[in-house]
C-alpha cells in the first residue's frame, strides 16, 4: 500500500536556521504531495502543495519539489522563525476510485525554533 | 466563508460506551472525510462520505460508522470504545473528485 516516511523528529533550530525536513513516499500512480502543518491543540492547516513531477509548491517561505525519479518531496526553509514552531506533517493523495482521493500521512516532525 | 467545524471539543468516555461525533463542512463542499491521529502520530483514515454514502474506507473495523446529511454535514459514531481508540479525531471537508482537504480542529476523545 501507499506509505510516506519523514525525518524522525524534534528538530530544535535557532532562528534564522535553514530548514530541511525529508519526505520520500512509496505509492502506485501518481499522487499528489503535500505538506500540512499541525501548531499545538489545533487541526492541520495545508501548507504547500504539488500534483505532478517536478512542480514546486511554495507559502510563507517554505519550499517542496515533487522528485519522481527520487520519490521525494522534502520541506525547506532559508530563515526560520519562531512562530514555525509547530508539527509538520508530509502526505500523499491517492484516488481510491469513485471520485475519492484518500490522504496517506507521515508520523510528523515536530519543529521547535528558538530565538 | 465558513471554514469546516466540530463538536464537542473534548469528550471523556469509558470502555464500551457509545460515542458521535460531528462535523460542519466548509461552505461549497460536499464530501466529508474521517481521520484517526493518535498521540504522537499522524492522521489515519478511517471513511469519506459523498451524497449521504461511505465512498472510501480505511483500515477501521465496522464499529466504526458514520452518517452524512443532505447539508453535507456528518457524524462519525464509535460503538463498544476500547482504551486504543482515544486519539484526536478529525474531520476534513472538500469538493467531490479534489485532492485537497481541509481540515476542522478536532475532537479529543478520551477513553476511560
Known amino acids: 500500500g501507499d506509505s510516506v516516511t519523514q525525518m524522525e523528529g524534534p528538530v530544535t533550530l535557532s532562528e534564522e536556521a535553514f530548514l530541511t525536513i525529508n519526505c520520500t513516499y512509496t505509492?502506485?500512480?501518481?499522487?499528489?504531495l503535500f505538506w500540512y502543518v499541525q501548531y499545538p491543540g489545533e487541526g492541520l492547516q495545508l501548507l504547500l502543495k504539488?500534483?505532478?513531477?517536478?512542480d514546486k509548491g511554495s507559502n510563507k517561505g517554505f519550499e517542496a519539489t515533487y522528485r519522481k525519479e527520487t520519490t521525494s518531496f522534502h520541506l525547506e526553509k532559508g530563515s526560520v522563525q519562531v512562530s514555525d514552531s509547530a508539527v509538520y506533517f508530509c502526505?500523499?493523495?491517492?484516488?481510491?476510485?469513485?471520485?475519492?482521493?484518500?490522504?496517506?500521512f507521515g508520523k510528523g516532525t515536530k519543529l521547535s525554533v528558538i530565538p | 466563508e465558513t471554514g469546516v467545524t466540530q463538536s464537542p471539543t473534548h469528550l471523556i468516555k469509558t470502555r464500551g460506551q457509545q460515542v458521535t461525533l460531528r462535523c460542519s463542512s466548509q461552505?461549497?463542499?460536499?464530501?466529508v472525510s474521517w481521520y484517526q491521529q493518535a498521540l504522537g502520530q499522524g492522521p489515519q483514515f478511517i471513511f469519506q462520505?459523498?451524497?449521504?454514502?461511505?465512498?472510501g474506507r480505511g483500515n477501521f473495523p465496522p464499529r466504526f460508522s458514520g452518517l452524512q446529511f443532505p447539508n453535507y454535514s456528518s457524524e462519525l459514531n464509535v460503538n463498544a470504545l476500547e482504551l486504543d481508540d482515544s486519539a484526536l479525531y478529525l474531520c476534513?471537508?472538500?469538493?467531490?473528485?479534489?485532492?485537497?482537504?481541509?481540515f476542522g480542529p478536532g475532537t479529543r476523545l478520551t477513553v476511560l
Open positions: 476534513a471537508s472538500s469538493s467531490f473528485d479534489s485532492n485537497e482537504q481541509f
Open positions: 505509492a502506485t500512480g501518481y499522487p499528489s
Open positions: 504539488a500534483t505532478k513531477a517536478d
Open positions: 502526505a500523499l493523495s491517492a484516488y481510491s476510485g469513485a471520485g475519492s482521493y484518500q490522504l496517506t
Open positions: 461552505s461549497g463542499h460536499n464530501t
Open positions: 462520505y459523498y451524497r449521504e454514502e461511505e465512498n
